[in-house]
């Protein structure tokens, strides 16, 4: 080896490229053999090995009517080659198992009925993300919205999924589905009956109304601001048990609202003017911390839904 010495300097990516061209080559015992291997053409080769001798500054190999042979210089690069290579898949294996090797815990709230809402496929998400991470302790509870942003805020949890109703500087949001809501009553209510030119602002305003009791978005403000509030129930559930107790009206979301719709037990008061929509966002502490398992838990929810 009497050639003068050059430095390398950084190996890239086209350089792997071709140092791999090369190792499938000199396995293959030639070019013409490597051009199935590598589905490229035998000049294509030829100009990928020749660039890679000028920018190593060596002769890797012997080609002619003597055949293919590594040069010395070829069989100590070949080897290098080797050690490389194998070195970046156990580089590239170590990255990929670390998402596998995760434990700790996630804890996860959610506002009323957000976990089950089949436009949230949330069990599917929890399915994905436990078997990439099978080793993390889940924790999943339902909460008020005020009280999910304050335990995301002071991490006591790691996401939260709410109705959208303000934005906090301390909050990072992501849009999950929306729901649309309505004004109901219940089968046995005195409004049930009458017909929508008989359903007056002055009448439903004067009806007793249960709401979240809690303030809101400003367009929902905005229809309670004249109604008779007479009771409070924030979760669905308990307000679904005050509607169909006929004595009071309040709001729904459609999708929630539609078995009790379907069976007659509820029906829509005046749907073209008394209703609003509610935008489910997914939200998490803004911060510069790494926590790899709340962000696997966001990189496989927002995968599912790009997938879906």
Known sequence: MTR???????????????????KTVADCGGFSAAETELNISRSTISIHISNLESRLNLTLC???????????????????????????????NT????????????????????????????????CKFSKLAH?????????????????????????????????LDGLEYQHIYSDHCFLYCSRDNP???LREDELSDEIIDGFPVVYAGMKTQENINGHLANMNLKATAYNYESRLA????????GFLPENYAQPYV????????????????????????????VNKVRSLFIKTLLDFYHEH
Request: aromatic content about 10%; hydrophobic content about 40%.
């Open 191 to 193: 409004l049930y009956d």
């Open 62 to 92: 012997r080609r002619g009517r003597a055949g293919f042979a590594l040069t010395e210089e070829g069989s100590v690069v070949y080897d290098a080659t080797i050690k490389l290579l194998g070195e970046l898949d156990d580089f590239r």
């Open 4 to 22: 003068a010495s050059i430095p390398v300097g950084q190996i890239g990516d086209y350089e792997i490229k071709q140092l791999k061209i090369f």
């Open 262 to 289: 379907e069976s007659g037990e509820l029906k829509a008061i005046a749907p073209d003017r008394r209703f609003y929509t509610l935008e489910i966002m997914a939200i998490t502490k803004k911060t510069s911390t």
């Open 135 to 167: 080793e993390v302790y889940l924790t999943s509870e339902v909460a008020r919205m005020t009280e999910i942003e304050r335990m995301v805020m002071s991490e006591e949890a790691d996401i939260g999924f709410i109705p959208y109703h303000r934005s």
């Open 242 to 249: 005050l509607l169909l107790s006929s004595k009071f009206i």
């Open 95 to 126: 990255i990929n198992s670390l998402d596998t090797q995760l434990s700790g815990s996630l804890t996860v709230l959610f506002s009323d009925t957000i976990s089950l809402d089949n436009r949230a496929r949330i069990p599917d998400v929890f």
